[in-house]
Structures are given as C-alpha cells and as structure tokens.
C-alpha cells in the first residue's frame, strides 16, 4: 500500500516537473516590441526587448512600419526564448502565448496577398482632424458615444480608416475590388504569426474592437447602424471577428519562430491588459499605466458605465460568461514621450531614466506649467486643437524647472481624469495601483499621490501589460484555473506612496493647472 502511494506521489511529481510551466507574452507597444517569459508566480524569467523605428512624415502624423513590426515581434521571441533555454529550461514547458498591443493603431491590407498597403496610422497621430470636424456636424454624431463608448475624436481607429480611404489611392483601390482587410495591431499579430494567408487567422478581442468605433459594448459585436453611420460598405472592407480575449482555439498558433506550433491563447489591448496584470478583476479596482501615453482604467463591473463627464467607456476583458467586466477609461495622449521630447528634440540631458534626477535639482517647478498638449489634449478635456504650451517662463527658470512641470503635466491630468471617475461612478477612488516606466520615479509617484490625495501603489515587479496577457493566455490553457489561483502572483515588495501636502495645496496647483488648460486652446487651428 505504502508503495503504491509513493509511487503515485513520483508520478504525481514527475508530471509537475515535465508539465508546461511558463507561458509567453507579446508586448507590442508604441516605441518597442517585447517578449517576455514567464513562471506561474508571475515572476519574469526571461526577457527580450528591441526599438523600432518612428516616423513623423508630417507635423501630427506618426506612423509604424506594419512588417518591422511582425519582424520585431519575431525577433524578441526568438532572443527570449533562447536566453530562457540557456537558464536550462526547454521551450516545451511553455504552455501558450499571449499578446498585448497599442490599441487604436490602424492597419489596412490587401486580403489576397497579404501585404500592407500603408504605414501603420499610430494612435497619436492626428491628421484626421478636419475630417473628425465634419463628422461632429453629421446629423446623429452625438448618439455614437452612447453605443460604443467613444466619442468622436482623432483617437478611434474609425478616423484613421477614413482617412486612408479619402487620401490613399492604393487603400481606396482595394476597397472598391473588396479586397480590403483593416485591423488594429492585434488583428495584424495574429494574422501574420500564423502565417498570413496561409491560414486567415483573422480575430481581434472585444478590448481591441472597442477602440475602433465599430462594436457595440452591450453586445460585443459589430454593429450595422454605427459602420452605416460612417459609410462603410461591409461588403468592401473585411473586419476580423470578435472573439474572447482568453481562447484555446480562436487565436491560432505561431508559424514560425523557435515557438512553432505554440498556440496563441489569449490577446487584450495594452490598457486592459495591466487592468488584469494589476488583477483589477473586481469592480471598483484602478490601474494608472505610465507609458507612452497615461492610461487610467477603472473597472465598473459586469454592465458598461458610460461617462458624461470626458472618459471613455471600454472593454476590460472578456474571459467568458460571468467574466467579461467594463471600464471607465482616462486617456492621456502624452506622458512618458513628453520625457523622450525634452531628451530628443532640447537636449535636456542624455538619458530619459536621468530627468527624475534634473527635476529634483530644484524645489518646485517655479512657477512654470508645461501644458504637453502634442497631440490635443484627450480625457477628460478632448480638446484636439490644443497644442504644447509652456507657460510661467522668467529669468529665474531652470532646466530643472520645466523638468518638473513636464513630470507634473501627467500628474495633474490624471488628477482630472479621476475626478471625473468619481462623478461617473458615483464614489471616490481609495487607492490607485500604477506601472509602466514613468511609475520607476519616486518623485513622479509622491507627486501623484499629493495631487491626488488617495495612497499610490507600485508593485515590485512593474510588468504588468505583458502579464496581463500571460493571465490571459494562461487561463486559456489551465496554467491557472481561475482567479484566485492568482491571488499571490506579484505581491510582494509594493511600495506604497502617501499624501504629503494638504488638500488646498493640491486643489491650488490644480487650478493653476486647468487654468493653462484654457489658454492652450486654438493653437492648431
């Protein structure tokens, strides 16, 4: 008897040992593509990273190279795997792969080759303001918000499609043949990693779908009156099918890379994406992701909220019946790149990782607010003519000064964004959990919690996007079988930052800063 069961207890353990073990994570953002690996406990245990390039072909434009993203991707999977398999681990024990992606970024190409037929349009870009302007003054625009969540702005991924069809000849072309195929990066990744048209694996998850003004967020589906409203004939374009965001199947597998044949289980928008890694599962859960832009996600439960007071209504995830929950969103359109901007274009200082550092050359900002309106202003103001404006300027400013009001400009706008939350939602926020690279700066987050007056959480391990996806790609396949198996991933070594000014303080600099709001208007224009 005792035999049997030490036998059993073997087998028992030589199937954990030999069992999968680790799952992948695609992050494809907006300045670099990652790969990440990870282990059950949420811990990163190998890592491959690679910037591609940025184009700016005009003031307001931004664009991507559709193939050097897929090529990236391709190239980050393969450098992690190996430095993963150098620790000793075989790529069998990874169980499945995830993705996460900048959302709104737009792609078009032709369905019968496959090929691209324009630079990816990223969703900073704003050539597609005098055509968002007559759209507004389309009879019915005020009703779109009300069944996908967005309002009309150069952000949605609509914006960009009709551009490329009014401007492109070649985009224009294959949408009278009907050969057209438009996507958002997600829809592009797995469209090319399995291979193209070899296999059509033509999908996108409702966290990505939501962004292009295209589906309905009660039925999470496309809708027919909103594609009627923009005047897209659905016979010219094809649009990739909604599916979840955590599946076994709908994703497809990897056709190429040291991963071939390693199934492809799970993709959400970046956003929604740290929402999960941060495990906000439950309603009245926040993440504030510190990236590119500054995403403020908080989640509202089973039935979409949507906001009258500026913020977007998304997504959060769809794991399935009982699991699909919604967002209130706040987005800010310029955040860590206001970093690469003074680095880049003013020669501030040689590193971004150094400008913290600047900042804290001096005791305040001196009077100076940088308004980093480079793109408009999004949540809550959605103000498109807007542009970057510094204001406070004296002989008595210093380097460190507009340091400051540069890191401070994301603080205060997040402080808006979160106010508007609690006017939405019908209750304040009590804690707000961050990452994303500008959440390393001590000073940044003591800044945030002043402002805000509520504790900043930063976890240990700041990954949080891409473990997102891991979650996503791993509940797919059993790696964990539901929530709470992930109770004790990535909760250890948080640092929690407190208030350290009183409220007036904060309500002042505040009102200094909406005040420069006002003044940045109309410079676009």
């Given amino acids: 008897m005792i035999s049997k069961l030490v036998s059993r207890t073997l087998h028992k353990a030589r199937a954990t040992m030999s069992s999968p073990s680790f799952v992948g994570a695609i992050d494809q953002g ?10 059950t406990s949420g811990e990163v245990v190998a890592l491959h990273q690679l910037e591609f390039k940025q184009y700016y072909p005009q003031p307001g434009w931004h664009e991507h190279d559709p193939e050097e993203i897929i090529s990236s991707v391709e190239t980050c999977i393969d450098g992690a795997v190996e430095a993963f398999e150098k620790q000793g681990h075989s790529r069998s024990q990874i169980a499945s792969v995830g993705i996460t992606n900048q959302r709104e970024t737009t792609i078009v190409w032709d369905k019968t080759t496959g090929k691209a037929l324009h630079n990816a349009i990223v969703w900073t870009d704003t050539r597609s303001q005098e055509l968002v302007r007559r759209l507004k003054n389309r009879l019915g625009a005020s009703e779109l918000t009300a069944r996908c969540g967005l309002p009309l702005s150069t952000y949605p991924s609509v914006s960009k499609l009709l551009w490329l069809l009014e401007n492109d000849d070649n985009v224009k072309a294959a949408y009278e043949r009907g050969d057209l195929a438009f996507g958002t990066v997600d829809a592009w990744l797995a469209y090319k990693l399995n291979g193209g ?25 496309y809708d027919h009156d909103l594609i009627d409203w923009f005047r897209i004939d659905r016979e010219k374009v094809l649009l990739p099918k909604i599916v979840r965001s955590s599946d076994p199947e709908a994703y497809g597998s990897l056709a190429n890379t040291l991963l071939k044949g390693v199934k492809i289980t799970g993709c959400l928008g970046d956003q ?3 929402l999960v890694g941060q495990k906000g599962f439950t309603p009245g859960l926040a993440k504030n992701t510190y990236g590119t832009g500054c995403f403020l996600l908080y989640n509202v439960g089973p039935k979409p909220v949507i ?3 500026g913020l977007l209504s998304t997504v959060a995830f769809d794991f399935g019946p009982g699991k699909t929950m919604y967002a209130l969103e706040g987005s800010i359109a310029v955040a860590g790149s206001s970093i690469k901007f003074l680095v880049n274009n003013l020669g501030f200082i040689e590193d971004s990782t150094r400008l913290s550092a600047l900042a804290e050359t001096v005791e305040d900002n001196g009077g100076v607010t940088f308004v980093t309106a480079f793109s408009g202003l999004f949540a809550p103001y959605w103000i498109d003519d807007a542009r970057g404006t510094l204001f406070g300027i004296t002989a008595y400013t210093q380097r460190g000064h507009i340091a400051r009001a540069t890191l401070e400009a994301t603080c205060f706008q997040t402080k808006a ?3 508007s939350m609690a006017k939405d939602s019908g209750q304040a926020l009590t804690e707000l959990a961050v990452d994303g690279g500008m959440s390393n700066s001590d000073l940044i987050m003591q800044t945030q919690s002043d402002l805000i007056g509520i504790p900043v959480i930063r976890p240990a391990m700041r990954e949080t996007t891409a473990l997102g996806a891991a979650i996503a790609a791993g509940l797919a396949v059993g790696v964990w079988e539901n929530f709470d198996d992930l109770k004790g991933v990535n909760t250890e070594g948080r640092t929690t930052f407190k208030p350290a000014i009183t409220a007036e303080d904060a309500d002042s600099r505040f009102a200094r800063w909406e005040k420069a709001v006002q003044m940045s208007k109309g410079w676009a224009n």
């Avoid at 907006?30 to 282990?39: C, E, G, M, V, Y």
């Avoid at 694996?201 to 999470?220: G, I, K, Q």
Wanted: aromatic share 10%; proline share 2%; glycine share 0%.
């Fill in 30 to 39: 907006t300045t670099s593509t990652r790969f990440l690996i990870f282990n």
């Fill in 307 to 309: 906001s009258k007071n």
């Fill in 417 to 419: 964004i979160l106010s």
């Fill in 272 to 274: 929604s994406a740290a």
């Fill in 197 to 221: 048209t070899a296999r059509n694996v033509y999908v996108s998850d409702p966290s990505n779908a939501s962004r292009t003004m295209f589906m309905n967020l009660e039925t999470l589906d």
